[in-house]
T-cell receptor, first 109, second 114 residues
Framework: GQNIDQPTEMTATEGAIVQINCTYQ??????LFWYQQHAGEAPTFLSY??LDGLEEKGRFSSFLSRSKGYSYLLLKELQMKDSASYLC??????????WGAGTKLIIKP | GAGVSQTPSNKVTEKGKYVELRCDPI?????LYWYRQSLGQGPEFLIY????????DSGLPNDRFFAVRPEGSVSTLKIQRTERGDSAVYLC????????????FGNGTRLTVT
């Protein structure tokens, strides 16, 4: 079967750095997405990785290793507004998105 | 509009009733998706449209659920004989193309079946 694993919840301190991991087992691979979802709101697109390596976009970076079935989202200089759920999603061989359950990130002052 | 629009934002209905949920995608986006999401879970795929046709409806849980997109733009998700287990947030998303384009989500319709 197809599976996306990410931690249920993480806590970090304002101003610090946090890394949210995602491992996946899917039928084929056509890219990995990270989305941010604030409570009661829709998911919003953060990043897309299809090749191995690190993609940096401001305070957020996303890394992919296809051979390991592994990705992480790195958030730097954490702000209180970064408190949200972070969803990892993989596009399989049928271009179907397989979603993780999300990691709830709690930022403490 | 600038983003994906979903109406209503909230819908409370009684068990056994029929409901329609509407999605207006971003102009020019050919792909349209319906998901539903329960608290603490990721989105659960329901159906995907490429243009007017349902390209993949494998996620619809049973024949009480049906969706249309008659003119390749606005889509309606229809649920017959609603059950309490149908209570969830129903999310619509659109993307420019099917492959590898990021999805743009609407704010969802929170459906509560009493």
């Amino acid at each position: 079967g197809q599976n996306i694993d990410q931690p249920t919840e993480m806590t970090a301190t304002e101003g610090a750095i946090v890394q949210i991991n995602c491992t996946y087992q899917t039928s084929g691979f056509n890219g990995l997405f990270w989305y941010q979802q604030h409570a009661g709101e829709a998911p919003t697109f953060l990043s897309y990785n299809v090749l191995d390596g690190l993609e940096e976009k401001g305070r957020f970076s996303s890394f992919l290793s296809r051979s390991k079935g592994y990705s992480y989202l790195l958030l730097k200089e954490l702000q209180m507004k970064d408190s949200a759920s972070y969803l990892c999603a993989v596009m399989d061989s049928n271009y179907q998105l397989i979603w993780g359950a999300g990691t709830k990130l709690i930022i403490k002052p | 509009g600038a983003g994906v629009s979903q109406t209503p934002s909230n819908k409370v209905t009684e068990k056994g009733k029929y409901v329609e949920l509407r999605c207006d995608p971003i102009s020019g986006h050919t792909a349209l998706y319906w998901y539903r999401q329960s608290l603490g879970q990721g989105p659960e795929f329901l159906i995907y449209f490429q243009g007017t046709g349902a390209a993949d409806d494998s996620g619809l849980p049973n024949d009480r659920f049906f969706a249309v997109r008659p003119e390749g733009s606005v889509s309606t998700l229809k649920i017959q004989r609603t059950e309490r287990g149908d209570s969830a947030v129903y999310l619509c998303a659109s993307s420019l193309t099917f492959e590898s384009s990021p999805l743009h989500f609407g704010n969802g319709t929170r459906l509560t079946v009493t």
